[in-house]
């Protein structure tokens, strides 16, 4: 059997174009692809396609949002208007930019900024929610979504030694019963120093497992080292603003 040749893929291909409805051949092009395999001196080509082809599309053209002016006086007074408006929205960012401190949380990156004005505190590793979804296997009527709530918070109390009172979807996780005694639910020292709430039940605290911190592994609170926790407790008061993107 004789190899298969580049020549004889691509005319291959050309030809079952051709052989496509007009409006079909205008979609994607019919795809080539060749693997080149260099053993014992043979190459072998393999040829797959679609059946569509490609067509240039044309790109809009930039619009100018006001023409700009030949003459040199009406050019001055249009450069002049542009700067003032300019001034303007520069001061109006000024002002709804936050003043003092405030906490900036990068759940992406898992980063948490201690802030004042425009100057960096403290930078912090931290962990956020992991998007998982858990779903009740018992009943399969609820489900917990572990996401980290973006938006504009701020800092509803502060509590030192938390314990943490375990919801339902924590003994689902677990694979437990859920309890009927209360006292069951309470788990102390696995939030660590401190927490900081700023609703719906979420929290900024610490963790028993500092080696995670970095990765999206909370059930949506977030999670920060000792050292890095203990600063923003002392430095953010109640009411204290905090940003989560």
Not at 11 to 29: E, F, H, I, K, V
Not at 66 to 76: G, N, Q
Not at 169 to 196: D, H, M, Q, S
């Amino acid at each position: 059997m004789r190899a298969t040749t580049p020549s004889d893929a691509l005319a291959a291909a050309t030809s079952l174009q051709m052989r496509q409805p007009a409006d079909r051949r205008r979609g994607t092009a019919l795809v080539v692809t060749a693997l080149v395999l260099t053993a014992a001196g043979t190459m072998g080509l393999a040829a797959y396609g679609t059946g569509y082809g490609y067509r240039k599309v044309e790109a809009d053209p930039v619009k100018i949002a006001a023409e700009i002016p030949a003459d040199p006086k009406a050019l001055k007074q249009m450069q002049s208007k542009l700067r003032s408006q300019q001034r303007q929205l520069v001061t109006a960012l000024e002002r709804k930019a936050p003043r003092g401190v405030y906490i900036v949380i990068d759940q992406t990156q898992n980063r948490l900024y201690l802030m004042e004005d425009e100057k960096v505190l403290r930078e912090a590793v931290c962990s956020a929610g992991s998007g998982l979804i858990l779903q009740e296997q018992e009943h399969g009527k609820r489900q917990w979504i572990f996401d980290t709530p973006r938006g504009v918070h701020k800092v509803r109390s502060k509590i030192e030694d938390p314990v943490w009172k375990k919801p339902d979807w924590a003994f689902v996780e677990e694979g437990k019963p859920i309890p009927t005694n209360p006292e069951e639910r309470f788990a102390p020292g696995e939030l660590g120093e401190y927490a900081l709430y700023f609703g719906n039940g979420y929290m900024i605290h610490g963790t028993l497992y500092e080696r995670l911190l970095g990765r999206s592994v909370t059930h949506g609170c977030i999670r920060l080292g000792r050292e890095d926790l203990r600063e923003v407790y002392r430095a953010a008061a109640l009411g204290t603003p905090i940003y989560i993107y």
